[in-house]
């Protein structure tokens, strides 16, 4: 007797079974309850018994397999290799990997049973389904790569971002739509930029042109909302030598074919006229032009990206906008979400404009964490371009170093807007009505009054004080 051996009980205590068929049956019905399929040769390497989940996982039935010697079944291909045949030549338990023909995926272990004159008896192969195991591996690591993948996009998206100073992408809402467009931006797809106005269109579209392969050629911004109606086609266009009355005598080239290898950008492209959507339709498809009193086309190759703050279905349903040009428009459209809805840009857009205004007029304004909570909390209709406004207007207005609550009052509307006895109220009055509030807040937020002060980035004897004093003027609620 060898260790690490199985050998054939000497004497089965199997004093509760009554009798050998009732051991059999038992048994047997252990057996088949396995969720591991089970195979059982002799001594021979002959099968002489298989359960239900080896059947289902290998695609072979009992009928298949019984009776007929391990070595005729690789033979004949029935069965790809066999752990049986390698456990009786070594003597040892087998494990393999094997792939059925039902395409499942197995590990197989192979256990050789010896009597005890340690010849072995039978070999019993266990047959663990390891497919749904594969496949959640194999998903996991594909999760696992375009996360992967996704992160260094973003790593990439950042470091471009600093060297454009004037792009902030703090938020995952902004970053996500600028890994999507810089896929976009590689290739000379039409691409249709929406969002509410000033919520930084523009700056999207020429993220996209900086880093496409016109990068090098011209860049043209055109706001299409701002070009007189008479002047529109010409501006965009052009025009040929007696085109109309005060023209220039050698024509002039058109917006178009000053972007030509390059991109045009069109802003507002929904104030553009039906004729004017018209001949953009014909330059979008054709890749052509005709200038205005001209007859001869002209060829451009242009990259163009639009934007609108309107919606265009809605427009295109009214009547003021062309169907066919508004699905030529949106071969790639682009939703930028407004401010109120990536707020995690917020702190940093407003340090931006206070540090420019510092280099520019050698000041050194900063700005306290309460300013930085009532910004968080004002719902910018404008967006970033009234943040912006916003804080130049507090840079003015601040007599102290530190740019405090009290420089925001000109937020259009208000933060907090007074009215009925509030309007009546003193300036100090509403700065402590609003700075209650913020504190308020937090209080009833977080859990204690020292995560309170860290939230507000506060010193908590400060906030402490701050709160007390509240208290007593009944401005308070918690």
Same mark, same amino acid.
């Given at each position: 007797?060898?260790?690490?051996?199985?050998?054939?009980?000497?004497?089965?205590?199997?004093?509760?079974?009554?009798?050998?068929?009732?051991?059999?049956?038992?048994?047997?019905?252990?057996?088949?309850?396995?969720?591991?399929?089970?195979?059982?040769?002799?001594?021979?390497?002959?099968?002489?018994?298989?359960?239900?989940?080896?059947?289902?996982?290998?695609?072979?039935?009992?009928?298949?397999?019984?009776?007929?010697?391990?070595?005729?079944?690789?033979?004949?291909?029935?069965?790809?290799?066999?752990?049986?045949?390698?456990?009786?030549?070594?003597?040892?338990?087998?494990?393999?990997?094997?792939?059925?023909?039902?395409?499942?995926?197995?590990?197989?272990?192979?256990?050789?049973?010896?009597?005890?004159?340690?010849?072995?008896?039978?070999?019993?192969?266990?047959?663990?389904?390891?497919?749904?195991?594969?496949?959640?591996?194999?998903?996991?690591?594909?999760?696992?790569?375009?996360?992967?993948?996704?992160?260094?996009?973003?790593?990439?998206?950042?470091?471009?971002?600093?060297?454009?100073?004037?792009?902030?992408?703090?938020?995952?809402?902004?970053?996500?739509?600028?890994?999507?467009?810089?896929?976009?931006?590689?290739?000379?797809?039409?691409?249709?930029?929406?969002?509410?106005?000033?919520?930084?269109?523009?700056?999207?579209?020429?993220?996209?042109?900086?880093?496409?392969?016109?990068?090098?050629?011209?860049?043209?911004?055109?706001?299409?909302?701002?070009?007189?109606?008479?002047?529109?086609?010409?501006?965009?266009?052009?025009?040929?030598?007696?085109?109309?009355?005060?023209?220039?005598?050698?024509?002039?080239?058109?917006?178009?074919?000053?972007?030509?290898?390059?991109?045009?950008?069109?802003?507002?492209?929904?104030?553009?006229?039906?004729?004017?959507?018209?001949?953009?339709?014909?330059?979008?498809?054709?890749?052509?032009?005709?200038? $205005?009193?001209?007859?001869?086309?002209?060829?451009? +190759?242009?990259?163009?990206? !639009? *934007?609108?703050?309107? #919606?265009?279905?809605? &427009?295109?349903?009214?009547?003021?906008?062309?169907?066919?040009?508004?699905?030529?428009?949106?071969?790639?459209?682009?939703?930028?979400?407004?401010?109120?809805?990536?707020?995690?840009?917020?702190?940093?857009?407003?340090?931006?404009?206070?540090?420019?205004?510092?280099?520019?007029?050698?000041?050194?304004?900063?700005?306290?964490?309460?300013?930085?909570?009532?910004?968080?909390?004002?719902?910018?209709?404008?967006?970033?371009?009234?943040?912006?406004?916003?804080?130049?207007?507090?840079?003015?207005?601040?007599?102290?170093?530190?740019?405090?609550?009290?420089?925001?009052?000109?937020?259009?509307?208000?933060?907090?807007?007074?009215?009925?006895?509030?309007?009546?109220?003193?300036?100090?009055?509403?700065?402590?009505?609003?700075?209650?509030? $913020?504190?308020?807040?937090?209080?009833?937020?977080? +859990?204690?009054?020292?995560? !309170? *002060?860290?939230?507000? #980035?506060?010193?908590? &004897?400060?906030?402490?004080?701050?709160?007390?004093?509240?208290?007593?003027?009944?401005?308070?609620?918690?």
């Amino acid at each position: 007797m060898k260790r690490n051996r199985v050998y054939l009980p000497e004497q089965p205590n199997l004093q509760r079974l009554p009798d050998d068929e009732y051991i059999i049956k038992r048994l047997l019905s252990i057996l088949e309850s396995s969720f591991d399929g089970i195979f059982v040769t002799d001594s021979k390497a002959v099968p002489t018994w298989v359960n239900r989940s080896y059947e289902v996982i290998s695609g072979l039935t009992a009928a298949d397999v019984v009776g007929v010697p391990m070595e005729k079944l690789v033979e004949t291909g029935i069965v790809s290799q066999s752990a049986t045949l390698m456990a009786m030549e070594s003597g040892s338990p087998i494990t393999i990997e094997q792939t059925f023909r039902t395409g499942r995926r197995a590990v197989v272990t192979s256990t050789p049973i010896f009597d005890w004159d340690d010849n072995i008896a039978m070999v019993v192969t266990n047959v663990r389904d390891i497919s749904e195991l594969t496949a959640l591996q194999e998903t996991l690591e594909k999760h696992r790569k375009i996360n992967e993948r996704y992160e260094t996009e973003i790593s990439v998206i950042r470091q471009q971002l600093l060297r454009s100073p004037e792009f902030v992408a703090e938020d995952p809402a902004i970053l996500d739509i600028l890994r999507i467009v810089g896929r976009a931006a590689l290739l000379d797809t039409v691409v249709l930029v929406q969002g509410e106005t000033g919520v930084g269109k523009e700056r999207i579209a020429a993220y996209i042109h900086q880093h496409s392969p016109r990068n090098q050629k011209n860049y043209i911004r055109v706001n299409c909302g701002a070009i007189p109606e008479n002047l529109a086609e010409s501006e965009l266009f052009g025009y040929d030598r007696g085109a109309f009355t005060g023209a220039n005598r050698e024509g002039k080239l058109g917006l178009f074919e000053v972007a030509d290898g390059g991109t045009i950008f069109l802003d507002e492209v929904g104030e553009l006229s039906l004729n004017l959507q018209t001949k953009l339709l014909r330059v979008l498809q054709e890749k052509e032009l005709t200038r $205005v009193g001209g007859s001869k086309p002209i060829k451009v +190759n242009v990259r163009v990206i !639009a *934007a609108t703050n309107r #919606d265009l279905k809605t &427009a295109v349903e009214e009547g003021t906008f062309r169907e066919d040009l508004f699905y030529r428009l949106s071969v790639f459209p682009v939703y930028v979400p407004p401010l109120r809805e990536r707020k995690l840009d917020i702190p940093k857009l407003a340090s931006n404009v206070i540090r420019e205004l510092n280099q520019t007029y050698g000041k050194q304004k900063t700005i306290s964490p309460a300013t930085i909570a009532a910004l968080l909390q004002y719902p910018w209709p404008g967006n970033v371009r009234e943040l912006r406004n916003v804080m130049e207007r507090a840079f003015i207005m601040s007599d102290e170093t530190e740019i405090t609550p009290n420089d925001l009052t000109l937020i259009r509307g208000g933060i907090d807007t007074p009215t009925g006895s509030d309007a009546k109220s003193t300036f100090q009055e509403q700065v402590d009505r609003f700075e209650a509030q $913020v504190i308020s807040r937090a209080l009833r937020q977080e +859990n204690g009054l020292r995560a !309170a *002060a860290r939230s507000l #980035d506060m010193d908590p &004897a400060t906030l402490l004080r701050k709160k007390k004093k509240y208290q007593e003027k009944q401005l308070l609620q918690l």
